[in-house]
């Protein structure tokens, strides 16, 4: 589904990816981790179109979509969650989801608020509120919310355990679980949070430095020696 | 609390002040009399007293803060026990005691409200109140004002000079609201906002003057030129953020007033346009003694011609045109585009990976904008008679933008408050002579330090829970 050959990215002179090969397939839940500054958030936005890759191609199923300007990629049916959530703190949480469904058939709109109030009860609880002044784990279901609003065929997470206690961060990963489960969605998951990542995922990268460095499937990973000591070690 | 940290505060604004106060108004010069040039006059009295008013007025704001009501009060008291009959020894200046009596009892009232307000001293959010206020008054004063502004004409009180004010303001509402949509809801900070109005006034005088074309058919056009500057400035310019979109725009601002004054065989340069068309009611004009085979409004309605019928016409013109462009905000508001503008203003990166094109998401913003400021410009040519250059300096965007940034950015209410307190009020205080700026000033440091994001900073959601379900357009 999603295909990312060879791509290098670089801000000004600095090269932050180099040559990263990552498959995603259909109906897959696909991990990326590594540790800070590996180029995991690069990455992304490059799917994305800002930044642009300096090499390589991007195809979204079967198009290259390394030209295209963001705003036509996310129509496309590809939706992101980006990193630190980035939710319109001064809307509310129903116009938060409204803005996630520009690009949607407004017919399916109350359905499609219904799917995400299923999926995260409390935003259903808390419509009329300033998402400003939601809790950190409550902005995160509305930023994976808002994202699913555009009825994406491929769902862009950027660390949604940042800065979440243990409690939120399984909430919400069974929540990623059961839309991969259930509606069959596609996600391309970052993490750093490489043991609950690995556990869900069915397959898994590690990044470091801006290169590929270990692939496999989420055991194999969870498995691997260097990959323990290297981010699983520590208390996770 | 910390009685040394207070006054040192107030120690350090005093040492401000006196530094200004010196060579500001400790040294006069002043012509000699009869002779030919000038002398220095000391008043280092004066300078004195501004330097203990500064000093007791940032006393008494630190107090505000201070979570009791009794030291506010015991140094609004002072002030007044103490320094009424102090500052009466220096009767040249009225309006300066007059000023320490309204503070101290602003104060007064301040710290007395607080008494009955403990539960919420510490922490409270003043956000919300004051939201909850400026809903209240959203919604309840909306119409009232409206009910207001349309028997105005009619009020007995109501004088010829009285009703010209009404229109400088509404003129002013109408540019507030215009600028809103561009300042307040897509967040782009333009300082030539005057430029558009510029353009609907001058687009309006020539075709008006050239083409013969009545009011109600320049009217579109005058709008349609300047959305279309709008588009033309807006494109090469809207990459740019904040500060340096503020830059440009002013930059544009400039340049169009200094095309019109220049460009004289198009624009008149800056003797400006004169004998502009006035307006008709449904072709009907206002005018004593019309040409032959024109009927004139006092005619048909069989009334004495008075010159204050067009004057009330104009009222309503333009009374129309602003509640036409605040309907406008409010319904866009409710749409993709609008939301899409708030959204902009808040995190672009996030609007793009929501797939919004911003670029043309900030353009139509700009357009619109531009295009009310060009139909407020066409009616103040059709108000004045004659246009020139000079209406339209910095100074104009300046006021525009101060009047939407006041009232609270985005807030359709507050702009009209913001209106009336920049541009009636004033007006009444013209008896105040030179302290009339000095009262302004005040005003205007009060305002920012009760109401640091505006006079009613409150953002009404655009959908209600009601609305919830199939509200997705
Ligand atoms: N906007 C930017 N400008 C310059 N360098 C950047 C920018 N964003 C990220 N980088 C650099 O690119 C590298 C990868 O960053 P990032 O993709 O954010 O890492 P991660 O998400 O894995 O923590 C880092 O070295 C970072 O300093
Ligand atoms: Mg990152």
Same mark, same amino acid.
């Given at each position: 589904m999603l295909a990312i050959r060879g791509v290098s990215t670089s801000y000004g002179n600095i090269q932050a990816l180099h040559g990263v090969d990552v498959e995603v397939r259909k109906g897959e839940i696909v991990t990326l981790i590594g540790a800070n500054g590996a180029g995991k958030t690069t990455l992304l936005m490059t799917v994305c179109g800002k930044p642009r890759a300096t090499a390589g191609r991007i195809l979204f199923e079967d198009r290259d979509i390394s030209m295209s300007p963001t705003f036509e990629i996310v129509r496309m049916g590809i939706a992101q969650a980006p990193e630190g959530r980035r939710i319109f703190s001064r809307m509310t949480v129903l116009e938060n989801l409204q803005m996630g469904a520009t690009v949607a058939d407004p017919a399916h709109f109350g359905e499609d608020c219904e799917r995400v109030f299923k999926l995260f009860p409390i935003l259903g609880e808390r419509k009329a509120q300033r998402a400003g002044t939601l809790s950190g784990g409550e902005q995160q279901m509305l930023s994976i919310g808002r994202a699913l609003m555009s009825r994406p065929r491929?769902?862009?997470l950027d660390e949604p355990s940042l800065g979440l206690a243990p409690m939120i961060v399984k909430q919400i990963f069974s929540v990623i679980r059961d839309i991969n489960e259930r509606e069959g969605m596609t996600v391309f998951l970052v993490e750093q949070n490489a043991f609950h990542a690995l556990k869900l995922a069915h397959r898994g990268y590690v990044l470091a430095n801006g290169r590929v460095v270990l692939q496999g499937t989420g055991a194999e990973l969870l498995a691997n020696r260097e990959v323990r000591a290297a981010y699983l070690e520590g208390g996770h | 609390m910390d009685v040394r940290a207070l006054l040192k505060d107030a120690g350090l604004a005093a040492f401000v002040a006196f530094m200004l106060a010196l060579p500001m108004i400790g040294f006069q010069t002043v012509d000699f009399s009869g002779g030919?040039?000038?002398?220095?006059?000391?008043?280092?009295?004066d300078v004195a007293i501004s330097v203990v008013l500064v000093f007791v007025g940032r006393l008494a704001l630190s107090l505000l803060q201070y979570p009791s009501w009794r030291p506010p009060l015991l140094m609004a008291s002072v002030v007044v026990v103490v320094g009424l009959p102090l500052l009466k020894t220096q009767a040249h200046y009225p309006v300066i005691t007059?000023?320490?009596?309204?503070?101290?009892?602003?104060?007064?009232?301040?710290?007395a409200w607080l008494h009955f307000d403990v539960s919420g001293v510490v922490g409270r959010d003043e956000n919300n109140r004051m939201g909850d206020?400026?809903? *209240?008054?959203?919604r309840w004063f909306g119409p009232v004002f409206v009910l207001f502004a349309v028997i105005f004409p009619f009020l007995p009180t109501t004088s010829r000079y009285l009703l010209d004010l009404g229109i400088l303001v509404l003129t002013y509402v109408m540019l507030g609201w215009g600028l809103n949509v561009v300042v307040g809801l897509a967040g782009l900070l333009d300082l030539g906002y005057v430029a558009f109005y510029a353009v609907g006034a001058y687009s309006y005088a020539i075709i008006a003057r050239d083409f013969g074309l009545t009011f109600w058919a320049c009217l579109p056009l005058a709008g349609l030129f300047a959305a279309f500057f709008g588009v033309i400035l807006g494109f090469p310019v809207l990459r740019l953020r904040g500060d340096y979109l503020a830059i440009v725009t002013l930059g544009f601002g400039e340049i169009i007033r200094i095309v019109l004054?220049?460009?004289?065989? *198009?624009?008149g340069g800056p003797n400006g346009i004169s004998s502009i068309p006035r307006p008709s009611f449904l072709g009907m004009p206002f005018h004593p003694n019309p040409p032959e085979g024109v009927t004139s409004f006092h005619q048909f309605f069989n009334i004495d011609f008075s010159a204050e019928h067009r004057i009330v016409f104009l009222y309503y013109l333009i009374l129309i045109l602003a509640l036409v462009t605040n309907s406008f905000t409010l319904r866009i508001r409710k749409l993709p585009i609008g939301r899409a503008w708030e959204a902009l203003r808040e995190d672009e990166i996030a609007c793009r990976a929501l797939?919004?094109?911003p670029t043309n998401t900030k353009l139509t913003a700009f357009a619109i904008g531009a295009m009310f400021a060009g139909f407020a410009g066409a009616f103040f040519a059709t108000r004045q008679g004659?246009?020139?250059?000079?209406? *339209?300096? *910095?100074?104009?965007s300046a006021v525009i933008l101060a009047i939407v940034v006041l009232g609270g950015m985005g807030s359709q209410i507050g702009v009209v408050l913001a209106a009336v307190l920049l541009i009636g009020v004033p007006e009444f205080f013209r008896e105040l002579a030179q302290f009339r700026m000095l009262a302004f000033g005040a005003a205007m440091v009060g305002i920012m330090i009760w109401r640091p994001r505006g006079l009613l900073a409150h953002r009404d959601p655009s959908i209600r829970l009601s609305d919830a379900a199939g509200a997705g357009r």
């Open positions: 491929l769902l862009l | 030919v040039g000038i002398t220095v006059v000391t008043r280092f009295g007059w000023l320490a009596v309204i503070a101290s009892a602003v104060i007064a009232v301040r710290s206020a400026a809903a *209240f008054i959203g004054l220049n460009w004289a065989s *198009f624009s797939g919004i094109n004659f246009i020139s250059p000079e209406s *339209f300096s *910095f100074i104009e």
